[in-house]
Nanobody
Framework: EVQFAESGGGLVQTGETLRLSCTVS????????IGWISQAPGKEREGVSC????????VYRDSVEGRFTVSRDNAKNTVYLQMVSLEPEDTAVYYC???????????????WGQGTQVTVSS
């Protein structure tokens, strides 16, 4: 069974930093493209990032490019989302998801976890 355990969310102020973690089980992390999804209040889920299996050229949503960085520790089966210079518009539930694919303005995700709440106050 594929499972995702996201953590690291919380309440921060504008400009602060958070690092989200996602530990996966049920599949070998190195073998899958893995991504993050966000869902802001009252909005649909949308892609945040998608990292290919070879860790080359992670695709980021335009609004987070340069502020969010994905990394992964394959030995721990864990992927991280480092979020800096947070803005109130980043407030959302963040989900870890795999597999993922991103092309142009399109995103596709297989399955995802329960998510972790990120709230950025102004």
């Amino acid at each position: 069974e594929v499972q995702f355990a996201e953590s690291g969310g919380g309440l921060v102020q504008t400009g602060e930093t958070l690092r989200l973690s996602c530990t996966v089980s049920g599949f070998p992390l190195p073998d899958f493209a893995i991504g993050w999804i966000s869902q802001a209040p009252g909005k649909e889920r949308e892609g945040v990032s998608c990292t290919p299996t070879n860790d080359a050229n992670t695709v980021y949503r335009d609004s987070v490019e340069g502020r969010f960085t994905v990394s992964r520790d394959n030995a721990k089966n864990t992927v991280y989302l480092q979020m800096v210079s947070l803005e109130p518009e980043d407030t959302a539930v963040y989900y870890c998801a795999a597999p993922c694919k991103a092309w142009g303005s399109h995103w596709k995700f297989g399955s995802w976890g329960q998510g972790t709440q990120v709230t950025v106050s102004s």
